[in-house]
């Protein structure tokens, strides 16, 4: 048996892979481009007019740059910086070079020294050049060979070239070029100033101090010997060092002017983002929060990131002022709510309504159940924390390419892990759905609140659904052919064949209000107020809100189940045991009850497993026709709002919750009956 | 299920017990037949089937048939004639008077393009005439064109007058206009009159009397075309108010302000009249016939409709077709329908109708004109799909309605003198015209035609319930069955691989069917759904088909499982057959019986689906009706518009449950162990 249960919850994982493979294919087939409509979704909040840096942010954030399933080239520190140069040469797309520029300045910073500072060289010297033909073409102009060096230059510097009228003599287009001098070199200087400037940027506030205007041959010079001077201060044993001074120090500085003090922290932000590997690493294998603690604090100050995982005091001082708001705005809420039913009371009693008579409940009733300010704040605490965290490692598995060369191994298994489908897969397998692009809320929280209601739904209707359905079965099994019989059974076909939408539809104009009977409330699963009801009164409001719902999900599980049990119920009463039973002279209820009722259960109860998926896919309807915040309800929404990480995740969960569903009545299918063997 | 094949039906009902040339699906089908509520369902979908074919002449807001007279378009043609008339004449003289360059070419062009088109517009003029007097109009059309052609200026002045007075008399406006110039003179004519009066200049005074006279002949001309089709009292009142005018304007020694008086109440009655097209008038011109309903049939309809019919005609006279084999009765169906759609196509070019408020607006006025002969006979729902009728929109259905007249009625009846107090029906409000003094139950009693009664009431946009479920029955209907064929196929073709061939084959398959399996349908097909810019039938068609097809696998699958240990699949590989032929001659035939089980309940699910879909907003695009989308029209009014909300919920059912009789039926007649 345990072979058995090994072997099915192996083929198990193996389906769930192909579940989130397929899921993820539907929902990155939608036609059009993704990207562009996946940022759309998110600005449809704010903003609807996307640039390009938009687009490419959030293209980043949720990996669409990458390949859909493999990455043949995953980048590394190396090829990252080696992209960011090219960028950083893109003389068309001004935005796409500022970008590049902060990239190398910021992010890569002093991890890309060691790759920048060898650029140098071959890019001053090929200024260099390019100025000594310019020159040369220049003095041509006014020679004999014109025309040709004209057209050197036109091809050289199209852009630059002077539009003269057909027809000009070279005297003219000679004093044309001229006035274009300047523009050329700096063009031609362009591509050695920029790294100049990403170098100055980088070890800032360090580094040879050069004049205003300094020549490229002498910048060149001064860094290259800086580069040797300082060299070891950026060599891997040096970082170590200084990541290990850091650690070993024991406590954060607490304010800026202390941080500003530290010479610990101010070695390690010299060494800057070539200690981020050394420190996420401590970060993980911190064995206390302290150590924790220092390792993200370094981190954010060598990364620039905000998630030092400590929470100062002016945070905790807004957590506090959060807690007095929302115990301000409770306690008034309730006593409106007092309001507005003593002034219904006094409408329906014929009397006018009196604002001094009003009797307020209590501030102790009110913030019965309300969390302490302390409970509040280091509940609040943790939760900066948690998401730190959660910040910190979604950071670093695309930064780490910033600052690691990888070896093979790392770059095979790369070749998966960086491409959209590994990313969306190494979140789901840690069971983090993502965030909400509309409610900007972590998926999993949303879906927990929402499945309650469901659940609360679906558990009321599946146990009433068994309920009555059993005992329907079997009367109609044992009366096999009376009156009852047929009714019962036409009855309930009928009743399978009744759309749950228009059941649903049917209810609410039924009972909800005129022409017809007003009794039950239409929408939603509580009263506005219901907070400010007594339990008893919350319960009973509950209640009255889950009926029509409850009604609508159960009929047809009500059919179904009875007619299986029927059917069930009328093959056991088939059987050779049951005649003995009848013929040994046993009563007709221990017949019925004990030998047929038991072994007709079995494949009954079994059905739950495929009841479950069912009643979601009612639930859909259902909770959009009474509006009830379920799981249904906000499936529907979020396809609406194409709120992609909320459809995946719920169309994972729900094709989860199905294989589990089957696993469990197979297997509870076979714990019960003794007859089946296990293969 | 309605095309289940008429060819097992070769044995009655109560026939002797299985004889041994009895092939096994005619037993089943001998078993199905003995259901009577299964039959009874095939029947109602057969019925179901037969609305949706023949829909659009059932429920449409073109006519059947129509015979009219379209005066409409005799009044455009008159009006462009006169127009075109007095814009080449405009013309002409402009140019002869001389003008500048720029305008020169203008008016050149302008010349030419009167000339070219005049013959044409004449000739349209001529189709509007009755037959006898078309020779005379040729006459003259040639007469004009030839004119025209040479531009002789005061000759094709005059023939324009004539034809405009002989042949466009007709037109209400026209005739209007030959009055009303002349009359609009007399007023600065009295003016003169009085100046030279005051002068006292008798040789002034003669001419402006002689030019009295001659406009006195002129208002007398016109008049009298203008009330020539007019019935003989309105003809007597318009004389009666001219006298005074015309005999003041030819004796001169009227008062000029008495005249003035007198031009004006003969404007104000002709205006009055000219709001009414000429009493009668009609009847001059020759009526037109059409076919409107049928005329803008697509040939896809044409075609079901044969099919069906032809079906139909099978399915009822089987006895007849005994002898058929399958190759020709198929031909025999399909042969006749292909020829009538593709012929339809050949002798009906597709055209861009009128809107159905036009034909309604036709109607009525062929209903208000007692005497006239015109005929527009509507299906018998006279409402198109989209034809949303403002005014009726929120209408109850029409027997409800009905009722709530009749209460309104009584209530007035019983009132007496306060009748005004009492509430007025939705329906009376549905009728009053704005400007006109509220309506009385008899009033509305009559406006209550079967143009304006809706048997199943209206939504919220106005249009008609029945008529858009009976369209909307195309799309449900045909939803189920060409997804179920999709997947059916789906299913068979993956499950007969995998279970003939076992092994690494039918590991994979199955993995993967479980791995669809476990999505839930419904969300699974709205996600994919959403995810298109523009929802079509066709994509539902193609998702419900591409997901639902796992049961059908698996069914598939088992009975191949089963079937390939048994001998006679042994003995077809002795035989050395090939593995296709094994597949599809001997092993698959043996297995469809489940797989039509699977086929009539899963028709019902597609139908649910797509219901629900469209019901969710998710399905047929807005304007295009399905009975799931009718069903959403009403959604968050259920109480306002009940009748939205039950009818298409009760079609829906009623079909639904027919189709799982079927199912149950063919599952009873299948199984072997039923039968008794």
Known sequence: MWQYLLKRLLLMALTLFGISVLCFLIVTMAPGDPAAMKAQALASGGQSNLDEQTLRKNQELYYLDRPTFVNFEPPTRTSTVRATLEELDDEENEA?????????????????????????????????????????????????????????????????????????????????????????????????????????????????KLPEGVGLAEARDAWETWWSEHRAEYAPEHVQQVVKAWLQKGGVPETEEAAAADPELAALVQVGQLAAPALMEAMHDASSEAAERQAAFGLAAVAHKPWDLTVDAKERQAFAQEWETQRAARIRGWR???????????????????????????????????????????????????????????????????????????????????????????????????????????????IWDAFKKTLQLNVIAIFLAYLFAIPLGVYSSVKRGTLGDQVSTLTLFLLYSVPSFWAGAMLILLFTGPPFLSIFPAHHLSDLNAETFTAWGWFTDRLWHLVLPVAALTYGQL???????????????????????????????????????????????????????????????????????????????????????????ILMISAFLTLLGILVSDIAYAVVDPRIEFR | MSATDPQQATTQPGAPPIDEGESAGAIAWRMFRRNALARASLVVIHVLFGIAVFAPLIASGKPLFLRAHDTSAYEADVAAFLDWHRRLLEAQRALERGVGVTQTARLEADRARFQRGLPEVLAR???????????????????????????????????????????????????????????????????????????????????????????????????????RFRPAPEQASFGELATPLLTGMR??????????????????????????????????????????????????????MV??????????????????????????????????????????????????????ALAHEVARDEAGDGVVVFPLVPFGENENIYQDRHTPPALWEGVQLGAWES??????????????????????????????????????????????????????????????????????????????????????????????????????????????????????????????????????????????????????????????????????????????????????????????????????????????????????????????????????????????????????????????????????????
């Open chain 2, 307 to 360: 099919f069906y019919v032809l079906l139909s005609a099978m399915w009822i006279g089987s006895r007849a077709f005994k002898g058929w084999s399958t190759g020709a009765r198929a031909l025999a169906l399909l042969g006749p329908s292909l020829l009538a759609a593709l012929g339809f196509r050949a002798v009906f070019p597709p055209t861009f109708p009128p809107g159905d408020s036009f034909y309604k």
């Open chain 1, 559 to 649: 059919a179904y189940i009875s007619r299986q049990m029927r059917t069930g119920m009328l093959e056991v009463l088939g059987q050779d045991y049951i005649r003995t039973a009848k013929a040994k002279g046993l009563p007709q209820s221990v017949v019925i009850g004990k030998h047929a009722l038991r072994n007709a259960l079995i494949p009954i109860l079994t059905l739950m497993g495929g009841i479950l998926p069912m009643l979601f896919a009612g639930s859909v309807i259902i909770e959009t026709i009474f509006t009830i915040d379920g799981l249904g309800k906000v499936f529907f929404d979020s396809i609406l709002s194409r709120d992609y990480p909320l459809i995946m995740a």
């Open chain 2, 411 to 676: 209530a007035v009846a019983a009132a007496g003198e306060r009748a005004e107090d009492v509430p007025r029906p939705p329906a009376a409000r549905r009728f009053q015209e704005p400007h006109e003094p509220p309506l009385t139950p008899n009033q509305v009693r009559q406006r209550w035609t079967r143009l304006r009664s809706h048997w199943l009431g209206t939504d919220g946009n106005g249009r008609d319930v029945l008529a858009r479920l009976i369209m909307g029955s195309r799309v449900s209907l045909s939803v189920g069955f060409v997804s179920v064929a999709i997947y059916l196929l789906i299913g068979i073709v993956l499950g007969a691989i995998s279970g003939y061939f076992r092994g690494w084959v039918d590991i994979v398959i199955s993995r993967f069917t479980e791995i669809v399996i476990c999505f839930p349908r419904l969300p699974l097909i709205i996600a994919v759904m959403a995810l298109f810019d523009k929802p079509s039938i066709f994509y539902i068609m193609a998702i419900i088909g591409l997901t639902s097809w796992t049961e059908v696998m698996r069914l598939v699958r088992a009975e191949f499982l089963r079937l390939g240990g048994l001998d006679f699949v042994a003995a077809a590989r002795s035989q050395g057959l090939s593995s296709p032929r094994i597949l599809f001659r001997h092993l698959l035939p043996n297995a469809m019986g489940p797989v039509f089980v699977a086929g009539a309940f899963g028709v019902a699910g597609a139908i649910l689906v797509e219901s629900a879909l469209s019901f969710l907003g998710f399905g047929v695009p807005p304007p295009q009706a399905s009975w799931g989308s009718v069903l959403h029209d009403s959604r968050g009014q259920e109480q306002v518009l009940w009748w939205v909300t039950i009818f298409p919920g009760l079609l829906i059912f009623v079909t639904v449950t027919a189709y799982n009789l079927v199912g149950e039926g063919l599952r009873d007649a299948l199984d072997p162990r039923l039968r008794q």
């Open chain 2, 125 to 227: 003029l001529e189709g509007h005439l009755p037959r006898v007097e078309r020779a005379d109009f040729a006459l003259l059309r040639e007469d004009y064109a030839s004119l025209a052609g040479r531009l002789e200026l005061t000759q094709l002045a005059e023939l324009g007058d004539e034809i405009a007075r002989e042949y466009c008399a007709r037109s209400a406006l026209s005739a209007y206009k030959g009055v009303a110039a002349p009359l609009l003179e007399v007023g600065p004519w009295t003016e003169a009159l009085d100046d030279a009066r005051r002068e006292d200049d008798p040789a002034l005074l003669e001419g402006i009397q002689a030019e009295g006279r001659a406009l006195a002949d002129e208002v007398a001309q016109g008049l009298a075309a203008f009330v």
């Open chain 1, 336 to 446: 409106e709510a007092a309001e507005k039913q003593a002034k219904r009371a006094a409408e329906a009693a014929g009397k006018t309504y009196d604002p001094s008579q009003v009797s307020y409940p209590s501030e102790d009733a009110i913030l019965a159940g309300f969390a302490s300010q302390e409970d509040f704040v280091s509940d609040r605490v943790a939760e900066t924390l948690a998401r730190h965290r959660y910040r910190w490692d979604d950071w670093w598995y695309r930064a780490e390419e910033y600052y690691v060369d990888f070896d093979g191994g790392r770059q095979f298994t790369r070749g998966f892990a960086q491409t959209q489908f590994g990313r969306w897969f190494s979140r789901l397998i840690v069971f983090d759905l993502g965030e909400s692009y509309k409610q900007k809320r972590p998926v999993s929280e949303i």
């Open chain 1, 96 to 208: 796409r070079r500022k970008d590049a520029l902060a990239r190398l300045k910021g992010t890569i910073g002093t991890s890309a020294l060691e790759l920048l500072i060898p650029e140098l060289g071959p890019r001053v010297a090929d200024a260099e050049a390019r100025e000594a033909k310019l020159r040369e073409h220049l003095a041509a102009l006014r020679s004999d060979g014109a025309a040709q060096a004209r057209a050197a230059l036109g091809e050289d510097y199209g852009r630059y070239e002077p539009q003269l009228p057909p027809g000009s003599d070279d005297a003219a287009w000679a004093e044309a070029w001229a006035r274009r001098e300047e523009p050329l070199q700096a063009a031609i200087e362009a591509p050695a100033r920029r790294l100049l400037e990403v170098l100055a940027g980088i070890v800032a506030p360090r580094g040879p």
């Open chain 2, 251 to 304: 004796e001169g020694g009227a008062d000029p302000g008495a005249l003035r008086a007198h031009a004006r109440a003969l404007e104000l009655a002709l205006d009055a009249a000219v709001d009414q097209p000429v009493p009668g008038a009609a009847q001059l011109l020759p009526p037109v016939t059409a076919f409107p309903a049928l005329r803008h049939l697509s040939a896809v309809d044409v075609g079901f």
